[in-house]
């Protein structure tokens, strides 16, 4: 709505005509977001396909929290280290490919290149993590290659599915290829537990039942009381 100053309630935003060269500008209050963390938040915002475009922008934090750490981070794996792998009892089936990717993570430090392989397979991967037994839950991050859209799999604990969800990544970027995203395993999987046997079965969403999934580091954190 170009030019229309009027409150949007609906969307808590309101807007009217920007800079001379710029379409339009806006004010958001972000009151129903909620941005998880680990222990510090750090925050970035780009503008246009790979941060191409004039942007102002300024903002406001209102922080609300308790003061103890509540996700510990207990293991790694890293496909790139052949003693992480041998480590964690990591396996992929299935016409496994290994693809060398030079490319960027999105944010501030989008000029910083990364160089790693990422591991792609048809059938499934494998591999075993150290946590915490007194968890309430675990937390799952994956680095991959977001080049391709619509990245899916089913994760299986112990051999019992998680079926409160399922693995899903339906955005993509071709410019800022390296993406770290997130999966939770609630404690019916983990509590108790000193260990973990993973399974990641990829799930195809296109029509042409093409799989895009594919990895390159998990790392693996417990939630505490």
């Not at 005509?17 to 963390?37: A, E, K, Q, V």
């Not at 960027?104 to 290149?113: A, K, M, P, S, V």
């Not at 093409?210 to 009381?225: G, H, I, L, S």
């Amino acid at each position: 709505m170009v030019g229309d100053s009027r409150p949007r309630l609906k969307c808590i935003q309101w807007e009217y005509d920007g800079l001379s060269d710029n379409p339009w500008s806006m004010t958001r209050f972000c009151i129903g977001d909620s941005y998880p963390f680990y222990s510090e938040l750090k925050f970035g915002i780009e503008s246009g396909e790979y941060n191409n475009q004039y942007l102002e922008h300024s903002g406001t934090i209102f922080y609300y929290g308790q003061d103890k750490n509540v996700l510990v981070k207990t293991d790694s794996l890293d496909l790139n280290s052949s003693r992480s792998i041998k480590r964690h009892s990591y396996k992929a089936m299935g016409n496994v490919r290994r693809t060398k990717l030079e490319s960027f993570f999105e944010g501030n430090e989008d000029r910083i290149l990364y160089v790693g392989e990422t591991v792609r397979f048809e059938s499934f991967s494998s591999f075993r993590v150290n946590i915490s037994s007194q968890n309430e839950g675990v937390r799952l991050r994956r680095l991959s290659d977001q080049n391709d859209v619509r990245q899916a799999a089913r994760v299986f604990v112990d051999g019992e599915e998680v079926t409160e969800r399922l693995w899903y990544v339906a955005d993509s970027n071709p410019y800022k290829r390296w993406l770290e995203d997130d999966f939770e395993i609630p404690a019916k999987y983990t509590k108790g537990k000193k260990s973990l046997n993973i399974r990641i079965v990829p799930v195809s969403m296109s029509k042409e039942g093409k799989n895009t999934w594919n990895e390159a580091e998990y790392q693996v954190f417990c939630y505490n009381n």
